[in-house]
């Protein structure tokens, strides 16, 4: 084992004890080979790492806060509690706009929307494509409000990075480790979502992606994940908040819509989500949540929208937070 660790390019330390030999490989994986193909002798029970696989993304590396610039004056993950905010899918004009000038009075800085959706079915709808990304432009110039939007495939890369201020990688996508390059390569700031049943370790190794491939600018956004459970569509885990926060200087958003698929469960989430330090709300508002073309049962309507960011206020507040 000596000369096959040896071998692989780190220095071995030896501990015999009464019952196991224990060989610490001295080195870092992060720049050998992996250690982990040991386990394949026989003589080896188990390969422990010490260190963490993900070093970019990583708070060992990079004490502070990260601080993503959004377009001119929208600073995530700084003192300012930022709220993103619209309808799942784009619609139409009349409901992208109806949306886009409340969410903005309400104090919201950015105006989220699908133009390419993700849906489980094909006979769904999958969003109006280009199309709706004209429309987010148009909002964004009517409004002031920056726009996030999702990336659903590498060809689009360039194109919804013409119109995005953020690209949302969703839950299904989270590790399309080609789509998470092209993501990186555009420049722009990336949300990467939680995928559906994504450990953290994975989640952080999938961001590593984004700054492994030169763009620092990576948010974090936790959107509930698969289990047993079935009064909420998600478990929406809020341990994210803080284990997010030891683990990287990259700011973490809380999706509460996705994350429940409640309406009713969503105020009460972006509350504790707020208190626990996220840096920011990622939330889906419908002028009309029971005539939507997606997720219905999940979004808020404009006044219970407006309401909620009046609550939000001591909150952030608690956190040490400002809020517009
Ligand atoms: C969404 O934000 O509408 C969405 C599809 O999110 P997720 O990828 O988290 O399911
Ligand atoms: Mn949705």
Redesign the pocket.
Known sequence: MIKEIKKLGYQPHIMRGVERTVIGAIGDERKNHTLETLVAWPQVERVMPVQKRYKLVSREGHKANSRIKIGKDIVIGGEEFVVMAGP??VESEKQLMTTAVAVKAAGAKLL?G?AF??RTSPYEFQGLGEKGLKLLAKARKETGLAVIT?LLSQDHAEMVAEYADIL?I????AQNFQLLIAAAKTGRPVLL??G?SMKVEEWLLAGEYILANNNPNLLF?E??IRTFETYTRNTLDLSTVPIIKQESHCPIVI?P??GCGRADLVVAMCKGAVAMGADSL?I?VHPNPAEAW??GAQQVNLEIFGQLMKELKPFAQAAGRTMA
């Open positions: 799942c899918s989220r699908g959706k993700p999702e949302q969703g839950a299904r996508n979502k939680r559906l956004c959107r509930g999706d819509s996705q990622l889906e997606s997720d």
